[in-house]
């Protein structure tokens, strides 16, 4: 067994080093512009958008597809202007703040993701002296009902993450990839097989569910019996993340996409809140999920058992607990948690490879800021995060709202170090 741990985690760090190039060999397929325009959670499809250099040389104009996203190359990296069409847009809206020209800086080798932000017009015939205030607060309710919708995914992906800490110490920097795995498992059987996304995601799940299991059954767990410590696993867990990143590039490409159902809705008025019918359920679910979980840890045998496991893993053994089983019970559950997040993620906006690395930053920060271990300290803490985020965009820019949430993070932890719901440890 012992030659066999070897000789797989030689096979991983080779393909490690054979597919970690290619992924960004070609400059072409990666230096430029790109962005997705949506309104109230729904792509906005024909929208004009121009790109010229610093100097005002005409690069190129784009229109967003059906998906509401776009994309320019660019051959020269630099400073470039890019200018939305305000007149392109649907009669009812218009971009946040006013302003329609942003001034981004591609790099070599990259591409620059640029923000929009959509919302709705004001209604017409509003007293002058209360427009302002009015429009403040109706955006105010509708980024929060976005920032609630945000959070909940953030949390599903952050209680998956806390659960498989809190039973085995592991900071698991591969959590973003078994997000993107289950979002891209459904998009094949929803697009690829033609399955309606209902079964479709049903299926993700189970098989994300079942592919934790053997991970930790033939991989992680073998790492643990030959004692390798905790640092060294979390390194080895970024060469994880590289290899199922490259490999999920590899397949599913390096293109934005869609599922086939439930793109376009008409939204429903809540008051001052918009919704699309997909967000409603989305949140219902994602509550349904969380509140499930929740109970199972606090009310069944498995549930105590791994709580048992996450406060002293040697004295649950000692008291007839099956620790290597539990630890597989909650690296199942916690990867179709996490496939369960990627659906829900690639429902709210699109799907791309790196969705699970670009949403990593912020379930960590929700998992720290409820309290390392603790599951429903990483809905609290993903809440707080997914709301502030949204909201902090009526002060500052769209381009910079995860940097308030990771404000808020370093500033609740320098008066509560083990988070809001954490449990002070002991030293010595």
């Avoid at 030659?3 to 960004?24: D, E, K, M, Q, S």
């Avoid at 049903?202 to 098989?207: Q, R, S």
């Avoid at 592919?211 to 643990?224: A, E, P, S």
Wanted: charged letters at 10%; proline letters at 4%.
């Amino acid at each position: 067994m012992r030659r066999a741990v070897i000789a797989f985690t030689a096979f991983l760090g080779g393909l490690i080093f054979l597919l970690a190039v290619p992924a960004h060999a070609d400059p072409a397929d990666c230096q430029g512009l790109r962005g997705t325009l949506k309104l109230q959670g729904q792509p906005v499809n024909g929208a004009k958008i121009s790109v010229t250099t610093e100097g005002g040389q005409p690069v190129q104009e784009v229109t967003s597809n059906a998906q509401g996203t776009w994309d320019v190359q660019v051959k020269d990296p630099g400073k470039y202007k890019v200018t939305l069409d305000p007149s392109s847009l649907p009669a009812n809206s218009e971009v946040r703040g006013g302003s329609n020209v942003r001034t981004p800086t591609v790099y070599e080798g990259n591409c620059s993701t640029v923000l929009f932000a959509l919302q709705p017009k004001a209604a017409p015939g509003a007293a002058p002296e209360d427009t302002g205030q009015s429009t403040f607060w109706e955006q105010a309710a509708q980024l929060t009902f976005e920032g609630v919708n945000l959070g909940l995914i953030i949390a599903l992906g952050a209680l998956g993450l806390s659960l498989i800490y809190g039973t085995t110490g592991l900071t698991n920097f591969a959590h973003g990839e078994l997000i993107t795995l289950g979002a891209v498992i459904a998009y094949a059987f929803n697009v690829g097989f033609g399955l309606q996304l209902i079964p479709a995601a049903i299926i993700a799940i189970i098989v994300s569910g079942a592919l934790g299991y053997g991970q930790d059954r033939l991989f992680w767990g073998q790492l643990r019996k030959r004692g390798t410590g905790t640092i060294a696993m979390m390194i080895i867990s970024i060469g994880v993340a590289i290899l199922l990143r490259n490999l999920i590039q590899f397949f599913f490409g390096a293109q934005t996409d869609s599922y086939t159902d439930y793109n376009t809705q008409a939204g429903i008025e809540i008051g001052p809140i918009s919704a699309a019918p997909k967000n409603l359920w989305a949140i219902g679910i994602e509550l349904a999920v969380l509140i499930v979980v929740g109970i199972a840890l606090m009310k069944t045998r498995t549930g105590k058992a791994a709580r048992a496991v996450a406060d002293n893993p040697a004295l649950a053994a000692s008291s007839g607990i099956n620790v290597d089983r539990i630890i597989r019970i909650i690296w199942a559950s916690g990867s179709a948690i996490a496939a369960l997040a990627g659906i829900m993620l690639g429902l709210s906006q699109s799907l791309k490879f790196t969705m699970g690395q670009d949403i990593l930053l912020l379930i960590f920060a929700g998992v720290t800021l409820g309290g390392l271990g603790t599951a429903f300290g990483a809905l609290v803490g993903s809440l707080v995060v997914g709301i502030f985020i949204q909201v902090s965009t009526l002060w500052v820019p769209p381009e910079l709202k995860s940097v308030g949430a990771l404000a808020v993070l370093i500033i609740v932890l320098l008066f509560r170090p083990q988070g809001i719901l954490g449990r002070r440890e002991r030293i010595g």
